[in-house]
């Protein structure tokens, strides 16, 4: 049998549910949550966004910020995940 670390989705952040946050002195804005479902049934969430100038930086992670929209957010995200990974077929020929 497999070991499993972990498994990982993402989800984008609806427009109206994006925050932003600063790291070194520069703006970004959160445009997703990557969602990791651990070995013992939690949830681990990072947010990563994009400057808000602009420009080709990185993108980087902050943590998520909580509130009821955005749990609910990450919530309907995992049990999506899970519907699909019960209804995958495997890999194609």
Same mark, same amino acid.
């Given at each position: 049998? !497999?070991?499993? &670390? /972990?498994? &990982?989705?993402?989800? &984008?952040?609806?427009?109206?549910?994006?925050?932003?946050?600063?790291?070194?002195?520069?703006?970004?804005?959160?445009?997703?949550?990557?969602?990791?479902?651990?070995?013992?049934?939690?949830?681990?969430?990072?947010?990563?966004?994009?400057?808000? !100038?602009?420009?080709?930086?990185?993108?980087?992670?902050?943590?998520?910020?909580?509130?009821?929209? %955005?749990?609910?957010? %990450?919530?309907?995200? /995992?049990?999506? /995940?899970? #519907?699909?990974?019960? /209804?995958? #077929?495997?890999?194609? !020929?």
């Amino acid at each position: 049998m !497999a070991e499993v &670390a /972990a498994l &990982a989705l993402n989800v &984008a952040i609806p427009e109206e549910l994006r925050w932003r946050d600063t790291r070194r002195d520069e703006e970004f804005e959160l445009q997703s949550i990557t969602v990791r479902l651990l070995p013992d049934g939690t949830l681990a969430a990072k947010a990563y966004g994009r400057p808000v !100038a602009g420009g080709r930086g990185a993108y980087v992670s902050f943590a998520v910020r909580r509130s009821p929209e %955005i749990d609910r957010l %990450i919530d309907d995200a /995992a049990h999506e /995940a899970a #519907r699909r990974w019960s /209804a995958q #077929r495997g890999l194609p !020929a």
